[in-house]
């Protein structure tokens, strides 16, 4: 989760003025449109959800006392964020996938239920009447699906709530999802729910990604929605995904009378339905519920973040239709965010692979919300200074459906007691001694020791190694982290040298002949790289894949980008004029560059490197056997990731597409293809095993 300063104003909005009003709506309603492109767009939240509710709800009761500044593009007549993943094609909802509105206590749930009393015109006795469905409100990501004649035609993501995703074929992996229903089913429907991962599948999920040395997922609602707006359907169906179904959007026909019979039918057709929803009839038993529920919340297997109350009755919901992004008949009661208290014992700096000093709160071990909790990350310097968090304090902590949880305050109890002297942040790197900087204007501290400093060093080979650099299978973090402690690598090219120290690897720990020489032999395969991935294997500071990529294709050679860069350094010169007008290429970047060139140690490393490799260089690969095929991939392959493969295929001119079609050129097929193998030979497109596709590309003499 990234940490941005939240819009908060603690004036009372009824003493605002209208500049104000105005003013805090525009501020707010900035802020929310960000969260919501982060949340729904790059499944990487802003802010947590009770930060993002509270913002909401201030922007609404101003937008109530002010009705001439609500705008049509406001937060309060919008839902979710334009699907803009261009990648994923659009597809329309038959019926806008709305919001819920949200409640906090028993006051504001009976206001809800007042409110139906009054739009219906219900007397006092025809109350008991009145019914609700309570739900869960799982903590996931909704999904509409649209069954035609019973078979399963499309599913999407809820988008802006009139557009979403087509995530079918990634939603066909979900094995509990029927595809194909039975009964009586209207001819066409559109049924909704949430897709969601299990804590403890979050969990094995974000070990394994640790393991692959990939990006790690903040909390189990980010990795549903990763893993679901995959391009390729088999990293989707690796994923542990489940799905509860709750509301219905267009049906050509009525399913059932109550939303309790809707519920009941769809488990009948093999949905699945949360099994904990009940029904109540009035706050007081609404109000039980809730405290039943966060009771047992954190012995779930699964995130909720509240309940969501529902009319029971259909013709009722009917009558009672929508304002604005939510329906009448329905509210979500929120449980507050899953706080505890605890001891911080240290607070301990990391150094990362740029150099940056990141506090991190070492705190007595505590259960929240069902997951134990040992360290919370400080972000930055300023944030220590402004929440005065101290040594031995006590520490209100909160996991707002994360796992890694944000610290809210000091525990007002710590402020009476003795307590550390306020934390000095140091002004030197924890690890190496150099001087660590905080530029004017930047929140970040960094030690300059570069590549002197042994966490900086350890951490670059640690990238070096990873997925979308040299991507060497067995040299993940862990394997990294032995080998530089004991001293058997310590710049990138020492990896290539590791054949050296087999007896002393074969010494420590956990290392048999055969792990050892599986190890070498991926080694060894990768001695032959492209020029992108070489380049951001460096680790250079704002070079990522993406700038990495521009930079290979503009210079085509390592020996051109070398001696580029190098001239590059002289001020006014003409290749530091061509490095700055690189489109994509900003000033930044290139003053990175430049100040990554201007250190010795740095073309050493490089110089070491180039030695023991083949850096390939792009034109080559351009004019491939595959320029201009549409390539499909299925199956494992066993001698290279299907990253690696895809990379291939595309440094040789291919596209790489996830499902079979008429224009398919070459289905790829590994072991257990299934239904895309089978399809492409049906319509007479050409399969490859794995050992054609490796004669294909010449496989390794050419990588
Ligand atoms: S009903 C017309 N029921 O919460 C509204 N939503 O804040 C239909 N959610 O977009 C939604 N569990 O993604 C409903 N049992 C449940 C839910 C649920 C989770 C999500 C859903 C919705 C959001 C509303």
């Not at 169906?237 to 939303?259: E, K, M």
């Amino acid at each position: 989760m990234n940490s941005f300063q939240t819009p908060f104003n603690s004036l009372l909005i009824s003493n605002l003025t209208l500049t104000q009003a105005k003013e805090e709506l525009s501020v707010i309603s900035d802020y929310l449109h960000q969260c919501d492109h982060a949340y729904y767009n790059q499944d990487d939240p802003l802010t947590d959800d009770a930060t993002y509710d509270l913002l909401r709800r201030r922007h609404k009761e101003i937008e109530v006392l002010f009705p001439e500044l609500v705008k049509k593009n406001s937060p309060s007549q919008t839902v979710g964020s334009q699907a803009n993943n261009s990648a994923l094609k659009k597809s329309k909802h038959k019926v806008p996938m709305l919001s819920l509105d949200n409640v906090f206590n028993a006051e504001e749930f009976q206001d809800f239920i007042n409110r139906i009393q009054r739009y219906l015109d219900l007397k006092t006795e025809d109350l008991e009447k009145l019914s609700f469905v309570a739900e869960p409100k799982i903590d996931g990501l909704s999904i509409n699906l649209t069954y035609e004649k019973g078979e399963l035609v499309k599913a999407s993501t809820r988008g802006d709530g009139t557009v979403g995703e087509d995530v079918t074929s990634n939603v066909k992996t979900i094995a509990a999802l029927p595809l194909q229903l039975m009964g009586n089913i209207p001819d066409l429907m559109e049924i909704r729910g949430e897709v969601y991962i299990s804590k403890e599948d979050f969990i094995r999920l974000n070990k394994e990604q640790e393991q692959a040395s990939k990006r790690l997922f903040a909390n189990p609602r980010n990795a549903a929605a990763g893993s679901l707006r995959q391009l390729d359907a088999e990293i989707t169906r690796s994923r542990p995904l489940s799905l509860f179904v709750y509301s219905q959007g267009y049906v050509s026909s009525p399913i059932a009378d109550t939303h309790d019979h809707f519920l009941k039918k769809l488990q009948t057709w093999g949905f699945q339905v949360n099994p904990l929803y009940k029904i109540v009839k009035n706050a007081a038993e609404a109000e039980a519920f809730q405290q039943d529920l966060m009771i047992k919340r954190s012995g779930l297997s699964y995130d909720i973040d509240g309940i969501v109350y529902k009319v029971n009755a259909i013709h009722l919901q009917e009558r009672l239709g929508f304002i604005g992004r939510s329906p009448r008949w329905a509210t979500a009661w929120k449980f507050p965010a899953e706080q505890a208290i605890t001891r911080l014992k240290k607070i301990d700096i990391q150094v990362g692979r740029t150099g940056a000093l990141t506090p991190v709160a070492l705190l007595e071990p505590i259960n929240v919300g069902g997951v134990i909790v040992t360290r919370a990350t400080l972000h930055n310097e300023d944030e220590i200074i402004r929440k005065d968090v101290r040594e031995n304090d006590r520490v209100i902590l909160q996991r707002a459906g994360d796992v890694i949880p944000q610290i809210v305050s000091v525990d007002p109890s710590s402020l009476e007691q003795n307590r550390s002297d306020p934390f000095q942040f140091p002004t030197h790197c924890p690890v190496c001694g150099a001087n660590a900087e905080k530029p004017e204007g930047e929140v970040v501290r960094r030690c300059t020791g570069g590549l002197t400093c042994n966490a900086q060093i350890e951490e670059r080979l640690i990238h070096f190694c990873s997925k979308d650099a040299f991507d060497i299978e067995g040299m993940g973090q862990k394997t990294v982290t032995e080998f530089f402690n004991e001293d058997l690598i310590h710049q990138p090219a020492d990896i290539f040298h590791l054949q050296n120290h087999q007896e002393k690897i074969l010494h420590s720990e956990g290392w048999a002949a055969l792990s050892l020489k599986n190890l070498l032999t991926a080694i060894e395969n990768k001695k032959t790289i492209s020029l992108d991935r070489f380049i951001y294997a460096l680790g250079i500071r704002r070079i990522g894949i993406a700038t990495a990529k521009i930079l290979a294709k503009h210079y085509t050679s390592y020996e051109n980008w070398t001696k580029e860069m190098l001239a590059a350094r002289q001020i006014g010169s003409d290749e530091r004029l061509t490095l700055g007008s690189i489109e994509g290429i900003g000033p930044a970047i290139a003053d990175e560059l430049v100040a990554f060139f201007s250190e010795e140690h740095n073309q050493k490393a490089l110089h070491d490197l180039a030695t023991v490799l083949t850096i390939q260089h792009v034109e080559t690969l351009q004019e491939g056997v595959l320029l201009g095929k549409i390539l499909v991939f299925t199956g494992t392959l066993s001698t290279m990731t299907r990253s690696e493969a895809k990379d291939i295929a595309e440094r040789l001119g291919a596209k790489v597409t996830s499902s079979v079609s008429a224009k398919t050129d070459y289905v790829i097929e590994g072991v257990d293809g299934g239904s895309k193998a089978r399809k492409a030979k049906e319509i007479g497109i050409k399969c490859l095993d794995e050992k054609e596709w490796r004669e294909l590309i010449k496989y390794p003499k050419n990588y």
